[in-house]
T-cell receptor, first 112, second 115 residues
Framework: NAGVTQTPKFQVLKTGQSMTLQCAQD?????MYWYRQDPGMGLRLIYY???????DKGEVPNGYNVSRLNKREFSLRLESAAPSQTSVYFC???????????FGNGTRLTVT | GENVEQHPSTLSVQEGDSAVIKCTYS??????FPWYKQELGKRPQLIID?????GEKKDQRIAVTLNKTAKHFSLHITETQPEDSAVYFC??????????????FGTGTQLKVEL
């Protein structure tokens, strides 16, 4: 039981390049989330998917897109990376409303 | 939307002492309040959570209290040990959402337990 798996672990991009962060969970959770973590700012929600087939914006969605591919997988895409998107990205999943979030190990992204 | 404030940002205690971290939230409809511990370079991991129908919850050396009237909740760690050194985050759910569990996090408290 791997929990939440994110790939890649590290990535360096040049400004303007695109990439997709992958996330998969094997806990049969309905809801999945993408957060970014920056020093001194905690974790901020980018997008979330309450259930398969739905996605909604979080607190900081600009510059990102998401796809809930199926119940297991939720990807985050940066179409044109900017230095302001340098951050650590965490994917998470939860069973339902008011239940704990389980986080993946994170992706450290640097945009130069 | 929800706003969560967390204090202090850093906390240094002697081994064996108690540590208290406090959070306030703005959305009176919030009803789920988890606490996460994050060690350096690792993912956040849940250590305890509380729902709004409960005022206090305890798990060994860790306890959380909730005051819904005042909209604040606190984490209490007793008999601190060096392995308690980490960053701790509080969070509050955004009440009334249609599914999912949108958590708003505090900015974190760096706890250092000194020998």
């Amino acid at each position: 039981n791997a929990g939440v798996t994110q790939t890649p672990k590290f990535q360096v991009l040049k400004t303007g390049q695109s990439m997709t962060l992958q996330c998969a969970q094997d806990m049969n959770h309905n809801s999945m989330y993408w957060y970014r973590q920056d020093p001194g700012m905690g974790l901020r929600l980018i997008y979330y998917s309450a259930s398969e087939g739905t996605t909604d914006k979080g607190e900081v969605p600009n510059g990102y897109n998401v796809s809930r591919l199926n119940k297991r997988e939720f990807s985050l895409r940066l179409e044109s990376a900017a230095p302001s998107q340098t951050s650590v990205y965490f994917c998470a999943s939860s069973d339902d409303y008011n239940s704990p979030l389980h986080f993946g190990n994170g992706t450290r992204l640097t945009v130069t | 939307g929800e706003n969560v404030e967390q204090h202090p940002s850093t906390l240094s205690v002697q081994e064996g002492d108690s540590a208290v971290i406090k959070c306030t939230y703005s959305d009176s409809a919030s009803n789920y309040f988890p606490w996460y511990k994050q060690e350096l370079g690792k993912r956040p991991q849940l250590i305890i959570d509380i729902r709004s129908n409960v005022g206090e919850k305890k798990d060994q050396r860790i306890a959380v209290t909730l005051n819904k009237t005042a909209k604040h909740f606190s984490l209490h760690i007793t008999e601190t040990q060096p392995e308690d050194s980490a960053v701790y985050f509080c969070a509050a759910s955004e009440g009334g959402t249609g599914g999912g569990n949108k958590l708003t996090f505090g900015t974190g408290t760096q706890l250092k337990v000194e020998l």
